[in-house]
Protein backbone atom coordinates (compact mmCIF):
# COMPACT_ATOMS: atom_id res chain seq x y z
CA UNK A 1 0.00 0.00 0.00
CA UNK A 2 1.49 3.23 -1.04
CA UNK A 3 1.99 5.62 1.92
CA UNK A 4 -0.31 8.60 1.39
CA UNK A 5 1.25 12.99 1.51
CA UNK A 6 0.79 15.10 3.63
CA UNK A 7 -1.54 17.05 1.94
CA UNK A 8 -3.90 13.80 1.13
CA UNK A 9 -3.70 13.40 4.98
CA UNK A 10 -4.50 16.61 5.47
CA UNK A 11 -7.32 16.02 2.47
CA UNK A 12 -8.82 13.02 4.21
CA UNK A 13 -9.05 14.86 7.59
CA UNK A 14 -10.94 17.84 5.89
CA UNK A 15 -13.61 15.54 4.29
CA UNK A 16 -13.65 13.78 7.20
CA UNK A 17 -15.62 16.62 9.05
CA UNK A 18 -19.10 17.49 7.66
CA UNK A 19 -19.59 20.99 6.83
CA UNK A 20 -21.85 22.14 9.73
CA UNK A 21 -18.62 20.54 12.07
CA UNK A 22 -16.21 22.49 10.33
CA UNK A 23 -18.61 25.38 10.57
CA UNK A 24 -18.91 25.05 13.94
CA UNK A 25 -15.76 24.76 14.57
CA UNK A 26 -14.28 27.81 12.92
CA UNK A 27 -16.95 29.79 13.95
CA UNK A 28 -16.07 29.04 18.11
CA UNK A 29 -12.71 29.41 16.62
CA UNK A 30 -13.18 32.77 14.95
CA UNK A 31 -15.39 34.39 17.51
CA UNK A 32 -12.75 33.28 20.55
CA UNK A 33 -10.03 35.50 18.78
CA UNK A 34 -12.18 38.50 18.79
CA UNK A 35 -13.38 38.24 22.37
CA UNK A 36 -9.57 38.01 23.22
CA UNK A 37 -8.94 41.64 21.67
CA UNK A 38 -12.32 43.17 22.57
CA UNK A 39 -11.47 41.39 26.39
CA UNK A 40 -7.83 41.43 27.30
CA UNK A 41 -6.96 39.83 30.12
CA UNK A 42 -5.09 41.70 32.78
CA UNK A 43 -1.89 40.38 34.65
CA UNK A 44 -2.57 38.68 37.23
CA UNK A 45 -0.64 36.82 40.26
CA UNK A 46 2.28 38.68 37.94
CA UNK A 47 1.48 36.54 35.21
CA UNK A 48 1.64 38.89 31.82
CA UNK A 49 -2.48 38.86 30.59
CA UNK A 50 -1.32 38.13 27.00
CA UNK A 51 0.24 34.37 27.93
CA UNK A 52 -2.95 33.99 30.49
CA UNK A 53 -5.30 34.76 27.02
CA UNK A 54 -2.63 32.56 25.17
CA UNK A 55 -3.47 29.49 27.24
CA UNK A 56 -7.31 30.43 27.18
CA UNK A 57 -7.02 30.28 23.26
CA UNK A 58 -5.33 26.92 23.41
CA UNK A 59 -7.63 25.84 25.70
CA UNK A 60 -10.86 26.55 23.40
CA UNK A 61 -8.88 25.10 19.98
CA UNK A 62 -8.44 21.83 21.85
CA UNK A 63 -11.53 21.54 23.50
CA UNK A 64 -13.45 21.91 20.33
CA UNK A 65 -11.72 19.55 18.36
CA UNK A 66 -11.85 17.18 21.43
CA UNK A 67 -15.87 17.58 21.71
CA UNK A 68 -16.23 16.76 17.79
CA UNK A 69 -14.31 13.68 17.84
CA UNK A 70 -16.48 12.86 20.84
CA UNK A 71 -19.79 13.55 18.84
CA UNK A 72 -18.28 11.56 16.16
CA UNK A 73 -17.70 8.78 18.33
CA UNK A 74 -13.72 8.74 17.40
CA UNK A 75 -10.97 7.36 20.14
CA UNK A 76 -9.21 10.08 18.94
CA UNK A 77 -10.68 12.36 20.90
CA UNK A 78 -8.94 10.87 24.15
CA UNK A 79 -5.57 12.11 22.74
CA UNK A 80 -6.50 15.35 21.78
CA UNK A 81 -8.20 15.85 25.83
CA UNK A 82 -4.97 14.82 27.24
CA UNK A 83 -3.36 18.09 25.39
CA UNK A 84 -6.71 19.76 27.00
CA UNK A 85 -5.65 18.54 30.53
CA UNK A 86 -2.31 19.66 30.12
CA UNK A 87 -3.52 23.10 29.16
CA UNK A 88 -6.57 23.33 32.44
CA UNK A 89 -3.72 22.33 34.45
CA UNK A 90 -1.30 25.45 33.69
CA UNK A 91 -3.83 27.27 33.71
CA UNK A 92 -5.29 26.80 37.44
CA UNK A 93 -1.80 27.08 38.52
CA UNK A 94 -1.13 30.57 37.16
CA UNK A 95 -4.45 31.76 38.66
CA UNK A 96 -3.73 30.06 41.41
CA UNK A 97 -7.66 28.80 41.69
CA UNK A 98 -10.14 25.89 41.03
CA UNK A 99 -7.87 23.61 43.14
CA UNK A 100 -10.71 20.80 42.73
CA UNK A 101 -11.04 21.27 39.00
CA UNK A 102 -7.34 21.03 38.93
CA UNK A 103 -6.88 17.93 41.08
CA UNK A 104 -9.34 16.12 38.93
CA UNK A 105 -7.58 16.65 36.03
CA UNK A 106 -4.28 15.31 37.19
CA UNK A 107 -5.89 12.44 39.20
CA UNK A 108 -8.85 11.42 37.30
CA UNK A 109 -8.67 13.16 33.33
CA UNK A 110 -5.66 11.80 32.49
CA UNK A 111 -5.85 8.19 33.98
CA UNK A 112 -9.52 8.05 32.38
CA UNK A 113 -8.38 9.38 29.12
CA UNK A 114 -5.93 7.05 28.61
CA UNK A 115 -7.98 3.68 29.72
CA UNK A 116 -10.90 4.89 28.24
CA UNK A 117 -8.94 4.79 24.74
CA UNK A 118 -8.15 1.45 25.67
CA UNK A 119 -11.66 0.83 26.12
CA UNK A 120 -12.94 2.82 22.87
CA UNK A 121 -10.61 0.82 20.37
CA UNK A 122 -11.70 -2.31 22.10
CA UNK A 123 -15.35 -1.72 21.23
CA UNK A 124 -15.39 -0.37 17.33
CA UNK A 125 -18.56 0.08 15.17
CA UNK A 126 -19.27 -3.57 13.03
CA UNK A 127 -19.75 -1.85 9.81
CA UNK A 128 -17.71 1.57 10.23
CA UNK A 129 -14.63 0.92 11.97
CA UNK A 130 -14.33 4.55 12.55
CA UNK A 131 -16.99 4.83 14.54
CA UNK A 132 -17.10 3.44 18.51
CA UNK A 133 -20.31 1.63 19.75
CA UNK A 134 -22.04 3.82 22.23
CA UNK A 135 -24.99 2.87 24.53
CA UNK A 136 -27.37 4.54 27.52
CA UNK A 137 -27.38 4.28 31.03
CA UNK A 138 -30.06 2.76 33.00
CA UNK A 139 -32.24 4.67 35.60
CA UNK A 140 -30.73 3.61 38.55
CA UNK A 141 -27.63 4.33 38.10
CA UNK A 142 -28.42 7.89 36.90
CA UNK A 143 -29.93 8.14 40.80
CA UNK A 144 -26.45 7.03 42.42
CA UNK A 145 -24.65 9.46 40.50
CA UNK A 146 -26.78 12.80 41.16
CA UNK A 147 -26.29 11.65 45.39
CA UNK A 148 -22.87 11.49 44.58
CA UNK A 149 -22.57 14.87 42.66
CA UNK A 150 -24.66 16.54 45.73
CA UNK A 151 -22.71 14.73 48.45
CA UNK A 152 -19.41 15.64 47.15
CA UNK A 153 -20.42 18.89 46.01
CA UNK A 154 -20.87 20.03 50.05
CA UNK A 155 -17.98 18.31 51.53
CA UNK A 156 -15.54 18.99 49.00
CA UNK A 157 -16.86 22.92 48.35
CA UNK A 158 -16.94 23.30 52.29
CA UNK A 159 -13.13 22.33 52.83
CA UNK A 160 -12.65 24.32 49.61
CA UNK A 161 -13.37 27.79 51.37
CA UNK A 162 -11.61 26.90 54.51
CA UNK A 163 -7.85 26.82 51.98
CA UNK A 164 -6.11 30.06 52.41
CA UNK A 165 -5.07 30.65 49.25
CA UNK A 166 -4.23 34.39 48.05
CA UNK A 167 -5.42 35.08 44.59
CA UNK A 168 -5.68 38.41 42.74
CA UNK A 169 -8.28 36.93 40.34
CA UNK A 170 -11.52 37.66 42.51
CA UNK A 171 -10.15 41.41 43.47
CA UNK A 172 -10.38 40.12 47.65
CA UNK A 173 -13.86 39.41 47.47
CA UNK A 174 -14.41 36.44 49.63
CA UNK A 175 -18.12 36.09 49.00
CA UNK A 176 -17.28 35.62 45.21
CA UNK A 177 -14.17 33.64 46.18
CA UNK A 178 -16.42 30.80 48.08
CA UNK A 179 -19.10 30.63 45.70
CA UNK A 180 -16.54 29.64 42.99
CA UNK A 181 -15.23 27.49 45.44
CA UNK A 182 -18.78 25.32 45.88
CA UNK A 183 -19.29 25.60 41.94
CA UNK A 184 -16.05 24.01 41.40
CA UNK A 185 -16.57 21.14 43.65
CA UNK A 186 -19.70 20.58 42.07
CA UNK A 187 -17.61 21.12 38.39
CA UNK A 188 -15.07 18.44 39.70
CA UNK A 189 -18.07 15.83 40.71
CA UNK A 190 -19.88 16.19 37.25
CA UNK A 191 -16.41 15.90 35.37
CA UNK A 192 -16.13 12.67 37.32
CA UNK A 193 -19.38 11.65 36.51
CA UNK A 194 -18.38 12.69 32.83
CA UNK A 195 -15.30 10.55 32.76
CA UNK A 196 -17.17 7.49 34.18
CA UNK A 197 -19.75 7.82 31.34
CA UNK A 198 -17.34 8.24 28.73
CA UNK A 199 -15.50 5.41 29.85
CA UNK A 200 -18.18 3.14 30.10
CA UNK A 201 -19.73 4.76 26.48
CA UNK A 202 -23.15 6.35 27.91
CA UNK A 203 -24.85 8.84 25.99
CA UNK A 204 -25.45 10.78 29.45
CA UNK A 205 -21.70 12.06 29.28
CA UNK A 206 -23.84 14.75 26.78
CA UNK A 207 -25.66 15.37 30.11
CA UNK A 208 -23.08 15.87 32.25
CA UNK A 209 -21.51 18.37 29.05
CA UNK A 210 -24.80 20.27 29.44
CA UNK A 211 -24.57 20.85 33.07
CA UNK A 212 -20.61 21.17 33.05
CA UNK A 213 -20.97 24.03 30.47
CA UNK A 214 -23.43 25.81 32.94
CA UNK A 215 -21.54 25.63 36.01
CA UNK A 216 -18.09 26.27 34.27
CA UNK A 217 -19.86 29.70 32.33
CA UNK A 218 -20.84 31.03 35.91
CA UNK A 219 -17.26 30.16 36.57
CA UNK A 220 -16.42 31.97 33.68
CA UNK A 221 -18.49 35.22 34.05
CA UNK A 222 -18.06 35.21 38.18
CA UNK A 223 -14.23 35.40 37.76
CA UNK A 224 -14.24 37.84 34.09
CA UNK A 225 -13.05 34.76 31.90
CA UNK A 226 -15.52 36.32 29.03
CA UNK A 227 -13.56 34.39 26.23
CA UNK A 228 -14.44 31.20 27.79
CA UNK A 229 -17.91 31.93 27.21
CA UNK A 230 -17.50 31.40 23.74
CA UNK A 231 -16.22 27.80 24.61
CA UNK A 232 -19.36 27.22 26.67
CA UNK A 233 -21.42 28.44 24.24
CA UNK A 234 -20.01 26.20 21.56
CA UNK A 235 -20.45 23.26 24.48
CA UNK A 236 -24.18 23.79 24.61
CA UNK A 237 -24.45 23.96 20.50
CA UNK A 238 -22.69 20.71 20.44
CA UNK A 239 -23.38 18.56 23.32
CA UNK A 240 -27.02 19.27 21.17
CA UNK A 241 -25.67 17.89 17.66
CA UNK A 242 -23.52 15.19 19.21
CA UNK A 243 -26.69 13.64 21.63
CA UNK A 244 -28.94 13.42 18.63
CA UNK A 245 -26.28 11.75 16.69
CA UNK A 246 -25.33 9.38 19.76
CA UNK A 247 -29.28 9.01 20.00
CA UNK A 248 -29.68 8.03 16.18
CA UNK A 249 -26.93 5.38 16.91
CA UNK A 250 -28.11 3.65 19.83
CA UNK A 251 -31.63 3.40 18.23
CA UNK A 252 -30.44 2.33 14.97
CA UNK A 253 -27.86 -0.24 16.54
CA UNK A 254 -30.32 -1.68 19.17
CA UNK A 255 -29.84 -5.67 18.48
CA UNK A 256 -26.36 -5.51 18.19
CA UNK A 257 -25.70 -3.12 21.83
CA UNK A 258 -28.09 -5.92 23.74
CA UNK A 259 -25.37 -8.46 22.95
CA UNK A 260 -21.88 -6.30 23.50
CA UNK A 261 -23.83 -5.56 27.03
CA UNK A 262 -23.01 -9.89 27.90
CA UNK A 263 -19.32 -8.68 26.75
CA UNK A 264 -18.80 -5.50 28.69
Known amino acids: MTKKSLKERALDLWHYFTTYEKTWFFSILILSVIFAFLFPEEDVNGVNGSLIMGLYLADIFLNILCELLISKQSKWNFIVSLFVEITEIAICIVLSYRFATMATTLFFWIPIDIISFINWHRHPDRQEEDLTQVRKLSGLAEFLCITGIIVWT???????????????????????????????????????????????????????????????????????????????????????????????????????????????
Do not use: M, P
Open 154 to 264: VVVGYFLTTLDIGTDLFNGNEIIENVVCYLDACVSAVAIANGVFILFRYREQWIAWYIDALLEGAINILSGQYVLLVLKFGYLTNTTYGYIKWTKYIKSHKDELEKSKIKA
